[in-house]
């Protein structure tokens, strides 16, 4: 994991404490927190063959985001999402990444120069699943009346 150094916009003395560093797990941990803030994403991860790849080599909370930094500072950010079904893709995906670029941009204080989001699936909400009654039985044709 990278480290990313953050400005000291302060004093002197501040700046003579020493340098202040986030680690990309931690820009990772935001941003999915931001995402699942979005009404729409009912899930922050990567597919199948990445999930199992990711299992080995990180943490949960990097597991479906990527964050990479250029050498001005900027942040680029890929997220894979898991959005509710019904859910308008594009004005969610948008959304997302909108408040990923405002929550990592006023936590960190770092510009953040792209957010691409990967949209891996749609699930019903579970609040629907619950809902919706037992089909089983429900979809047999009435008896027709027997005639005699």
């Not at 729409?40 to 949960?60: H, P, Q, T």
């Not at 990527?66 to 019904?86: A, H, L, N, Q, T």
């Amino acid at each position: 994991m990278e480290n990313i150094e953050l400005s000291n916009e302060g004093t002197d003395e501040q700046s003579s404490l020493g340098d202040i560093k986030v680690n990309h797990s931690v820009v990772a941990s935001i941003v999915r927190l931001a995402a699942l803030e979005v009404d729409g994403v009912c899930g922050v991860g990567a597919g199948l063959v990445d999930g199992i790849a990711d299992l080995f080599s990180k943490r949960e909370s990097d597991r479906g985001v990527k964050v990479s930094e250029d050498p001005e500072g900027g942040y680029s950010i890929e997220i894979r999402v898991v959005m509710d079904f019904g859910t308008e893709l594009a004005k969610t995906a948008y959304q997302v990444q909108l408040t990923v670029r405002d929550r990592l941009a006023t936590m960190t204080g770092k510009a953040v120069k792209r957010v691409d989001v990967i949209i891996e699936g749609v699930r019903v909400p579970r609040e629907r699943k619950e809902e919706q009654p037992s089909t089983r039985g429900e979809d047999v044709w009435p008896e027709s009346p027997q005639t005699d």
